[in-house]
């Protein structure tokens, strides 16, 4: 099963249905802030018992919304793959290079917290092959928009970027002014 979030774009669902009722909806989305949270500070192996106190909720109520940490996991992992092609889709209505830069920095922030995510699940499911293919398919329209208006380099593809932006994410920084300066160079290096 999948899910339609910009035209041709479809990010598959996993095995976790997002609640109907009200109440349900906020706990299950206070345990993806939480989890996302703790993965990101204490990796792959962050504490689920953490996850519930951090959500405001019993570990039964997390539990009852994601039976694994596998779930869990793949949940967040799909929810920042969502929000990757949402951003993409939205920024039709930027210029075309300021539609790029938002995209890269939405970008560095999803690839900040795949690193916990990604080591929780299988490198070579199905679920982040196809995944793979959204986030591609998602930055492609972005980049190439960019490059038909002049705004970005004509000798680069998404696969580049994605590289690039992917090594700036994946090392360790002073602080978040340094990584912000660092992409802010890499950035520009892709003006044409």
Known sequence: MSVEIAPQITVPTGTV???????????FDALLTAGRAAF????AEASLED???RAG???????RNFPTRDALIETLYLDEIA??????AESTTLEPWQALTSWLRRF????????ALIEGLNKESEVLKQCRVVLYGAGEPVLRRAQAAGAARSDTDITDVVHMVSGIAGVTYADDAQRERVLLMAIDGLRA
């Open 108 to 115: 560095v922030e999803y690839a900040n917290t795949k690193k």
């Open 57 to 63: 909720v019993g570990i039964g109520t997390l539990y």
């Open 40 to 43: 990101a500070e204490n990796g």
């Open 83 to 88: 929000a990757l092609v949402r951003v993409g």
């Open 17 to 27: 249905q997002r609640p109907h009722r009200a109440d349900a909806r906020r706990n």
């Open 51 to 53: 996850i519930a106190r």
